[in-house]
Every structure is written in C-alpha cells, then in structure tokens.
C-alpha cells in the first residue's frame, strides 16, 4: 500500500488548501467557501481550455468529495495552464441552471462543463440534448450521450480493501496512543469481540456498493467477523452519525468505517470517546478532522484523477464523448490510504497481507460484489 | 405593544411617516434606495479584502462594487440567459408575493407560503405525469395536463392553507405558529411521498418523472398568467363585496363582525385564497422551471413575503416588487459567475436594499394602525 507519488502531492495540495482556509475562514467566516473558490480562473482568453465546475450539494469546504474534484481542477490549472469557473448550487433545482449557464455562455465559451454527483444526471440528460455542442463530464453516474463523457468508480475495490484492513485489525492487539479533543488517549481495537460497523448516508445503489465492498474484505480477513450496518439517512448529520457509532462501539465494535459524508465526522467523534477506531471516506479524512488520530485508514476516491483526465483530454483534443471510464483500484481511481498518525505503525505482515489482496483483485482472483451478500 | 410607552422622538418620526404626502414618500424611498446602495458597495469593497484574487481592483480591494452594480441592474438587459432567468425570476415571485399579500390584507400573516407551494408542486408534478399518457398528442393535450396540472395545485395548496386558517378560526391557534410548522411537515412529508411512492426510476436524488413535454411553457406565459391573476385579485379585492369584506376583516375585525361578516369563515376562506395562489405558484415553478417536482425546492414562499412587503401589501405593488426582486436575484447569479464575487454577499446588497426600503413603510403602517400623526 503505501502512498503513491501523485497521491504526496495531492496532500501537499490539500494542505495549502487547508491552511489557506482556515486562515480566511477565521477573519470572514460564513462566506469562506466562496471566497476561496470564486477567483479559480485568471488564466485569461489565452488559456487553452475554459472548464466550467458545478459541484454537488455541500459546496466547497466539505473537505471530501467536492475539495478533490476542485484540487483536480487546480492542478489542471498548474499543469496545463488551463482557466476554470466554480459553481456551487444550493438546491437539486439549481443544477440545472448553472449548467445552462455555463453551456449558453459566449465570453468565454467554456469547453468543458464539469458535473459532479448523481444528483445532476437529471438535469444533464436534458441539458446534453439541448446544448448538443457543449461537452460535458460527469462524475459518480452515467449518461449515454455523444457529448457526456461518464466517470465511476470502482467504490467497492476500495472498500474491500479498507474492510480487509480492519478484519485483520480487528482479530489481533492493536493500539495507537495519540490525543483526542485536547487530551492523551489510547485507541485500540478489541481481539475478543469479533465485530466491525459500517454507517451509510442514505440508502442508495452507490453507498451499498461501499457497504458490499466493506463486508467483503472483513470476511475475506476472516469470515466469522460480524459487520454491523446501519445507515443514518442523512449526509448531513453528525450527531446522528455520532450515536449509531457509539452503539455499534458499544456492541463491541472495534473498527466502523463510514460512507456519509459530512454525517461521518460524528463517527469520528464517537471513536474518539470510546478510543476506538474508525475509517473515513473519499479524501485522507485524517488530514483535515479534528479527531484524526481515531482515523487508521480512509478509502480515497480519486475524483480529482478524473477530473484532470477529462481535462488533459479537452486540451489535447481527444474528449471521450459518450464514453464510461471505470476508475479502480488498477488505475489508482480508488484506494485505501493509511492515516497521517498512523504512518509506520501497521504491522508489515498486514500490509503485506492487503498488498496481495490488491494484486488479487486486479488480476481477477478476488471478485467483490457491488451488493451486500447476506 | 403599547404605542404610548415608545420614546418620543420616535413616535415624533413614526407620526411624521403618517403625515408624509405621497411625494415625500417617493423621495423616502429613493434616499433609502441610495444609500442601501452605498453600503452594500462598502461591504463589497471590505469583503474583497478578504478574498483572494489575482488581479486586485485596487491595493487590497478584491471586489469593484461598480462592476457589481452594473451587473445586477444592468445584466438582464444584456445578457438573454440572464434575462431568461429574471423572468422566471419575476413570474414565480408575482405569484407567492401576491399570496402573502392576500393573507396580509386580511389580517393573517401566512408565514407558511413555502409549504403551500411545495405540495402545490408535488400535486400538480403528479397530476402532470398522471394524465400524460391519456391526454391527447399536441398542442391541445399541452394545454389540457397544464390546465389540470395547476387546477391541481391551486387545490392542494388551498386545502392545505386552510387547514392553519380553521385552527385560527375554530382553535385560536396563532396563525404564524403554525403556518411556519406547516412549512416543514409540508417538504418533509413531499419527500417521504416521492421517495416512497413516486420516485423516478434509475435516479439518484429524490425526484418525480418527468412531466410531459407538451405540458411545459416558457416564462414568457407564466409571466403574463401571474400578471393577469395579479389584476383578478386586485379587482375581487377593491371591486367586489367579498373583497371589502376581505379587507375589513383585515383592518378592523370587530367591524366587520359587526357590519355582518362571519370572521371565522372569512379567517378560512382567505387563507384558502392565499394558498391557491401559492399552490399555483408551486405548479408554474414545475411546469415552467425544472419540468418535475426535486427536492430542494427554492425559497420562494418565503421572498414572496419579503416582495409582499416591499410592496406594501398591495397587489399592483407586487407587480413591481416581484419583478425588482427577480432581477436582482438573477442578477447575483452573473454577478458570482462573471466577476467572481460570491452570491451570498450579493444576497447581503439585496437584503440591505430591502430591509432600508420597506422599513419606512413598515413603520408608517405601524403608525396608522396606532392612530400617530396629526391628518387623520
């Protein structure tokens, strides 16, 4: 496992972020979120490619999915010398208005508009037809279209490798001393119970492919391990999130990981109490929470990899209209990263053990399902 | 509150709004008008500071409130999608603004405009899908799921204000109570209802199908339909003994008890307008802006009241009021877009504008229903 190269500098990248936000967000507060978005462009008319950006709900500063789509345009930005616009819709309603916005628009004339989440394929598949040569790309879902090019992900790869890391975990002694709110805490795993968590957002074909994934890899590191699932019903709620956690900490679970979104912070906060541990999702959530010395691993989801593909692609020419790319583990679409704290700390014999499971998947040999099993 | 324990320059100043002629409160309007303008162009500038940019205005000055202003005032007229969505803007607020003005009228604050619209959109999205397949092809079967689609909504919007209008009548519940809880079971219970029951096949967010293509319009329509209710409303409201009814009820109940209107139903039957109107305006924001019902449906009820106050309650107010709030509205959208400058401090400009406009009209309503200033 271990960190790749483009994954080091993508935390250098997520770190500037960070600091830079944490400085503006202190002297302005509500509005921070824009305001360090909305002055992405500058590369002028010269610029060779416009890329329109239309996040999903939650805005930028989510510290997860929408910052990694938006450090994939930064570094297009660095790398290709490209100019982007950002937009950050309140309401599924206004999904659609951007992306007119973007497609209608003449100065500059964006050549790509990038849309990111499930939510927008609705309002996509109108907007596809009706601005027939405007291209578009769109992450998380799938549009069939000569002017849509879909990127998904293999979640379940990812997840399958997390779980796999927390099965092992799991059954052996494991602790990590580190700090919680302020004070000096242990956290470690419980050999005896033989039981993991896994906290959804709302129930849905994409967060049960986490789910599946998960369940797969416990049981492939040993398949007596019990995984509790629950699923919170909301993105946004921490306090929820918090309190399905602690039931499952205190039914004897020593690892829960989360696919919830903003609701995942609460289970941070309940492995922190407990001085349990917990896995986060979508970007190395251990450089950003506050509770990061609870989060052993996290299952990234490259989205900015895509991003940035699609957008080399509109630069050299070569946009994949009509195309789905499926990012997994293979191409480094997906994978399991080890927390900031816990560098050096996992026992060799288990990343050892998830390296070959790696291997494995990629070659075939470990087929994980995209739906829980029992 | 008691009117007499204000202290006395304010009464002196709330007594003076009273007497002011109708040339004074224009050049009130106009002062207030300007300098909302002034500070909000403060606030641009000192937000700027804030923000990070590469090609500073000025020194540390990010944002250039001249730019802002062109673009809020002047992007409709020069920009077709801009122009696109101002009127859309524009339709949708007529419609909730003369809602809330009802209401207001007859004394009730219908706080729950929100709610009333989003189930009015849900009843007339799945009326709309329902009847699709069974209308006839063209521009006829068009017309007929959009007529039967809004008649839809008008309904369920007015059964479901009536419902807080009788707890008032009938329980003395305060209306702005419950209206406001209304708003919540209203969006939730929608949500419930399409993710159980009408969820679109294959989607991810919680949406109807789609309605018929036939059965959309463009803004041009909705806006001359609100405009032409706005007028109907005004003439039941000034032309008809309902209307005075109506009215009366709203400025002095005991009067009108007196005078022979039953108060109770007239607290029902206003409240069930009111709602009608903002259901339709729920079926006109499927039908016209998103062709299905989403959740997340924007806060339309709620600036219906900010334009119905602007407006001083007055249904041909409205029809600048709505319209002045719609540009600006969409006018943030360019502005966030072309210049960089977030939409929520343009929300803070339109919000500053408001607030410095209404308040010397809220405070001489206020002073005529405390009986203040000398003419009577």
């Known amino acids: 496992m271990g960190l790749t190269p483009a994954h080091r500098e993508w935390r250098t990248t997520m770190r500037d972020q960070i600091d830079r936000r944490t400085f503006i967000g202190g002297a302005t507060g509500a509005t921070l979120a824009g305001l360090t978005g909305c002055l992405g462009g500058g590369g002028g008319s010269e610029a060779p490619a416009h890329v329109g950006m239309v996040y999903s709900l939650g805005g930028l500063g989510d510290e997860a999915f929408n910052d990694m789509t938006h450090a994939g345009i930064q570094r297009a930005e660095?790398?290709?010398?490209?100019?982007?616009?950002?937009?950050?819709?309140?309401?599924?309603?206004?999904?659609?208005?951007?992306?007119?916005?973007?497609?209608?628009?003449?100065?500059?004339?964006?050549?790509?508009?990038?849309?990111?989440?499930?939510?927008?394929?609705?309002?996509?598949?109108?907007?596809?037809?009706?601005?027939?040569?405007?291209d578009f790309m769109l992450i998380d879902s799938e549009l069939d279209a000569d002017n849509v090019a879909s990127y998904r992900f293999r979640e379940h790869e990812g997840s399958f490798q997390v779980g796999h890391l927390a099965g092992l975990l799991s059954t052996r002694e494991f602790s990590h001393e580190g700090s919680y709110s302020g004070t000096e805490k242990t956290f470690s795993t419980d050999p005896e119970a033989k039981t993991v968590g896994f906290v959804g957002g709302k129930e849905n074909p994409l967060i049960k492919k986490f789910e599946a994934g998960f369940i797969a890899g416990v049981h492939h590191a040993d398949s007596?391990?019990?995984?509790?699932?629950?699923?919170?019903?909301?993105?946004?709620?921490?306090?929820?999130?918090?309190?399905?956690?602690?039931?499952?900490?205190?039914?004897?679970?020593?690892?829960?990981?989360?696919?919830?979104?903003?609701?995942?912070?609460?289970?941070?906060?309940?492995?922190?109490?407990?001085?349990?541990?917990?896995?986060?999702?979508?970007?190395?959530?251990?450089?950003?929470?506050?509770?990061?010395?609870?989060?052993?691993?996290?299952?990234?989801?490259?989205?900015?990899?895509?991003?940035?593909?699609?957008?080399?692609?509109?630069?050299?020419?070569?946009?994949?209209?009509?195309?789905?790319?499926?990012?997994?583990?293979?191409?480094?679409?997906?994978?399991a990263v080890i927390g900031t704290d816990y560098e050096g700390e996992i026992p060799q014999d288990v990343l050892d053990a998830l390296e070959s499971s790696r291997e494995e998947i990629q070659n075939g040999e470990i087929d994980v399902p995209t739906e829980p099993e029992n | 509150m008691n009117p007499d324990r204000l202290p006395g320059p304010i009464a002196g100043l709330m007594g003076r709004l009273v007497d002011a002629s109708a040339g004074e409160r224009l050049a009130v309007s106009v002062a207030a008008l300007l300098t909302a303008i002034l500070i909000g162009g403060v606030v641009t500038l000192v937000a700027g500071v804030f923000a990070?940019?590469?090609?500073?205005?000025?020194?540390?000055?990010?944002?250039?409130?001249?730019?802002?202003?062109?673009?809020?005032?002047?992007?409709?007229?020069?920009?077709?999608?801009?122009l696109q969505e101002t009127l859309k803007n524009s339709a949708l607020l007529l419609f909730t603004g003369l809602a809330v003005a009802v209401s207001f009228r007859a004394g009730l604050f219908n706080i729950g405009t929100q709610g009333q619209l989003v189930l009015g959109a849900l009843a007339a999205a799945l009326v709309a899908v329902r009847v699709g397949p069974a209308a006839p092809d063209g521009a006829v079967g068009g017309v007929l799921i959009a007529g039967v689609a809004m008649l839809a909504g008008a309904v369920v919007g007015g059964l479901y204000a009536a419902i807080p209008g009788a707890l008032k009548a009938y329980a003395d519940a305060n209306e702005v109570i419950t209206t406001i809880m209304l708003n919540f079971i209203a969006s939730d219970v929608a949500f419930f209802l399409v993710s159980a029951y009408f969820q679109k096949p294959g989607s991810g967010s919680v949406e109807t199908r789609d309605v018929p293509a036939a059965a959309t319009f463009g803004p041009g329509l909705a806006l001359a339909m609100a405009v032409l209710l706005v007028l109907a409303v005004t003439y039941l409201l000034w032309g008809t003994a309902f209307g005075y009814d109506l009215r009366t009820a709203g400025i002095q109940p005991d009067a009108a008890d007196y005078a022979g209107v039953d108060a109770k139903r007239m607290m029902v039957t206003s409240m069930t307008l009111s709602g009608a109107i903002g259901g339709?305006?729920?079926?006109?924001?499927?039908?016209?802006?998103?062709?299905?019902?989403?959740?997340?449906?924007?806060?339309?009820?709620?600036?219906?009241?900010?334009?119905?106050?602007?407006?001083?309650?007055?249904?041909?107010?409205?029809?600048?009021?709505g319209p002045l709030f719609g540009s600006m509205q969409a006018g943030s959208l360019s502005i966030d877009f072309q210049l960089g400058v977030p939409r929520q401090l343009v929300g803070v400009i339109r919000g500053l504008v408001i607030l410095l406009v209404a308040m010397p009209e809220l405070f001489r309503t206020l002073g005529v229903r405390w009986g203040m200033g000398g003419v009577r």
């Not at chain 1, 691993?297 to 692609?313: I, L, Y």
């Not at chain 2, 309650?313 to 600048?320: D, E, M, S, Y």
Request: hydrophobic residues 40%; negative net charge; aromatic residues 10%.
């Open chain 1, 78 to 134: 660095e790398e290709l010398g490209i100019a982007y616009d950002n937009t950050e819709p309140e309401g599924q309603s206004e999904f659609s208005t951007f992306q007119q916005q973007f497609a209608s628009s003449t100065d500059p004339d964006y050549d790509l508009v990038t849309c990111i989440g499930f939510s927008q394929l609705s309002a996509l598949q109108e907007n596809a037809s009706e601005y027939p040569e405007q």
């Open chain 2, 52 to 82: 990070t940019c590469s090609d500073p205005i000025l020194g540390p000055f990010c944002y250039n409130p001249l730019a802002v202003y062109r673009y809020l005032f002047l992007a409709p007229l020069s920009d077709p999608f801009v």
């Open chain 2, 280 to 321: 339709l305006g729920g079926a006109v924001w499927v039908l016209m802006s998103v062709g299905r019902w989403v959740n997340g449906v924007p806060a339309l009820g709620f600036d219906g009241i900010t334009v119905s106050v602007l407006a001083s309650n007055n249904p041909l107010g409205v029809l600048f009021a």
């Open chain 1, 224 to 335: 007596e391990i019990e995984v509790r699932s629950a699923y919170a019903g909301s993105w946004n709620d921490p306090g929820r999130g918090q309190e399905i956690a602690s039931s499952m900490y205190d039914a004897g679970a020593d690892i829960v990981y989360h696919a919830a979104g903003a609701t995942g912070s609460g289970v941070f906060s309940a492995a922190g109490e407990r001085g349990r541990l917990a896995i986060g999702v979508d970007s190395d959530q251990s450089l950003s929470s506050d509770a990061s010395h609870t989060i052993v691993a996290s299952m990234v989801k490259h989205a900015d990899t895509a991003v940035f593909n699609a957008t080399k692609d509109v630069v050299n020419d070569e946009f994949q209209g009509g195309s789905t790319v499926m990012l997994g583990l293979e191409d480094g679409g997906v994978e």
